[in-house]
Each structure stands twice: as C-alpha cells, then as structure tokens.
C-alpha cells in the first residue's frame, strides 16, 4: 500500500496558477497509476487528470485540458498537476489517488474514481474573480 499527502493548494485569482504535489510514500516500488480529482461544494467529484504508472500516457477532463498539467517525478515520488489560466469554477477540493496496476497495465490511464483504491486528504484550491 501507499500512502498519498497533497500540498500547493490555496487561494489566487482568476488567470493565476497554482502547482498541487501529491507526495506518495509506502511501497513506491509498486506500479500505480495515478489520478487528480476534485469536489466543489454541493457536487459530486469529478475526474481532473491522470497519468500512467510508466508516465508515458495521460489524460485531461475537456475543462481543464489546455490549462492543466499532470506530471510525475519518480526521483522524489511525487506527481504534480500545474493549473494554469484558473477560473473561479476551478474552485473545489483537490485529491490524488493511486491505483495499484498490473506490469501489463503501465500505460494505461484510469479516469473513474472507482478504479482508485487509495485517496488522499484533499487540498483546498479557491480562485477568486
């Protein structure tokens, strides 16, 4: 199992960007694919992004797609999402999740939160108008 600690979020204006870090600790030596999502207030949570376990793939809701970046870094055990051009509808709490996958299964992307065994606390992002 890993576990998963979000940091980067907070508060900026519409057209600001913000860097959210998913830092993974545990059995990093297993392969995961790995998620964004997020959850305004009075809805439901919504995929942001995801990238392989091999880092060779990814994917973007149409919201963000343009605007966000996924990334990992396997030096540190992080991923990242850079969010630029934010909007106030981009306001919402922010969560990564793991997905254990099998060696066959490195280039694949995960968009359902119910593929995702393992979640983090959230991070809070707020883009003012």
């Known amino acids: 199992q890993v576990q998963l600690v979000e940091s980067g979020g907070g508060l900026v204006q519409a057209g600001g960007s913000l860097r959210l870090a998913c830092a993974v600790s545990?059995?990093?030596?297993?392969?995961?694919?790995m998620g964004w999502f997020r959850q305004a207030p009075g809805k439901e949570r919504e995929f942001v992004a995801a990238?392989?376990?091999?880092?060779?793939?990814?994917y973007y809701s149409d919201s963000v797609k343009g605007r966000f970046t996924i990334s990992g870094d396997n030096a540190v055990n992080t991923v990242y999402l850079k969010m630029n051009s934010l909007k106030p509808e981009d306001t919402a709490d922010y969560s990564c999740?793991?997905?254990?996958?099998?060696?066959?299964?490195?280039?694949?992307?995960?968009?359902?939160?119910?593929?995702?065994?393992?979640w983090g606390q959230g991070t809070q992002v707020t883009v003012s108008s």
């Open positions: 545990g059995r990093t030596a297993t392969p995961y694919g």
């Open positions: 990238i392989s376990s091999n880092g060779g793939r990814t």
């Open positions: 999740a793991a997905k254990r996958v099998p060696p066959w299964s490195t280039a694949t992307v995960y968009t359902s939160q119910f593929d995702y065994g393992t």
